[in-house]
């Protein structure tokens, strides 16, 4: 599979893992933000339930291993390419 193809792959399922969970979240989010940044906050409350928090998890999960492989693969492409001296 091509580089960007699986680049490409692993962002869609981190964008609909995360549309899945968003939509059937049920709680709170707070977002304090203060200078310096030392101070500021982000809190979750809450919890996802239903038919597309099945879809949406392991849809993120996914994605997130896609991504990590194709980080990866840029990294060894890109010292493969280095001159040595």
Do not use: Y
């Amino acid at each position: 599979m091509n580089l960007k193809w699986l680049t490409i792959l692993s962002d869609c399922l981190i964008l609909f893992g995360l549309i899945c969970l968003g939509s059937d979240w049920q709680g709170s989010a707070t977002v304090t933000g203060a200078f310096p940044f030392h101070s500021s906050a982000v809190q979750l409350t809450g919890g996802a339930t239903g038919a597309r928090v099945l879809l949406g998890l392991p849809s993120l999960l996914a994605g997130l291993v896609l991504m990590l492989v194709s980080l990866v693969w840029t990294t060894f492409e890109a010292l493969q390419k280095v001159p040595r001296s």
